[in-house]
T-cell receptor, first 113, second 111 residues
Framework: DTEVTQTPKHLVMGMTNKKSLKCEQH?????MYWYKQKAKKPPELMFV???????INESVPSRFSPECPNSSLLNLHLHALQPEDSALYLC????????????FGPGTRLTVL | GQQLNQSPQSMFIQEGEDVSMNCTSS?????WLWYKQDPGEGPVLLIA?????ELTSNGRLTAQFGITRKDSFLNISASIPSDVGIYFC???????????FGQGTRLTINP
């Protein structure tokens, strides 16, 4: 089973709202990732967690706050977003971070009004 | 950041035709991955390559890890309508935590 699940599928929020995106995998993977993808572009890496510790933050604005409560779960907390943050947010996981295959979830389509 | 050169950017073909696309880089990669993405969905892994010269098939799909470790190719034989989508290559260098993506190849099939 190579499934990564994400909830919600769609999210519409105002610029003053606080919301969270959730990601879950049960493959025993110890690396998890958040990506942002704009239309017709490849995914852009935001954060990498390795063994539940933040390993990479690609200079993402603080209005995006990741959290890894355990080895199976990854959250992305959203606060005071801007309309330009509207995008498809993808979660991925791999066994480990170095030279390994990443499996993506279906994504959350986020619209910021 | 670094990107892979993926070509072609788009392809318009007839159903039943074969398809070829490739990715090249100025750097050496230890892993090459090929993903397919449908609109509004996440990328789905098609083929993973781990050794230079490796040739791997997945049904009608065949991918190769270039012998120089700087390129990879994906071929689709006898295309069908469900092959429509965007295909991304991705590479990972030794010791790197990140994937580097190509810009994608958009495949359109005329029935």
């Amino acid at each position: 089973d190579t499934e990564v699940t994400q909830t919600p599928k769609h999210l519409v929020m105002g610029m003053t709202n606080k919301k969270s995106l959730k990601c879950e995998q049960h493959m025993g993977h110890r690396a998890m990732y958040w990506y942002k993808q704009k239309a017709k572009k490849p995914p852009e890496l935001m954060f990498v967690y390795s063994y539940e510790k933040l390993s990479i933050n690609e200079s993402v604005p603080s209005r995006f706050s990741p959290e890894c409560p355990n080895s199976s779960l990854l959250n992305l907390h959203l606060h005071a977003l801007q309309p330009e943050d509207s995008a498809l947010y993808l979660c991925a996981s791999s066994q480990v971070v170095y030279t390994d295959t990443q499996y993506f979830g279906p994504g959350t389509r986020l619209t910021v009004l | 950041g670094q990107q892979l050169n993926q070509s072609p950017q788009s392809m318009f073909i007839q159903e039943g035709e074969d398809v070829s696309m490739n990715c090249t880089s100025s750097s050496i990669f230890n892993t090459w991955l090929w993903y397919k993405q449908d609109p509004g969905e996440g990328p789905v892994l098609l083929i993973a390559l781990y050794k230079a010269g490796e040739l791997t098939s997945n049904g009608r799909l065949t991918a190769q890890f270039g012998i120089t470790r700087k390129d990879s190719f994906l071929n689709i034989s006898a295309s069908i309508p469900s092959d429509v989508g965007i295909y991304f290559c991705a590479g990972q260098r030794q010791g790197a935590q990140k994937l580097v993506f190509g810009q994608g190849t958009r495949l359109t099939i005329n029935p």
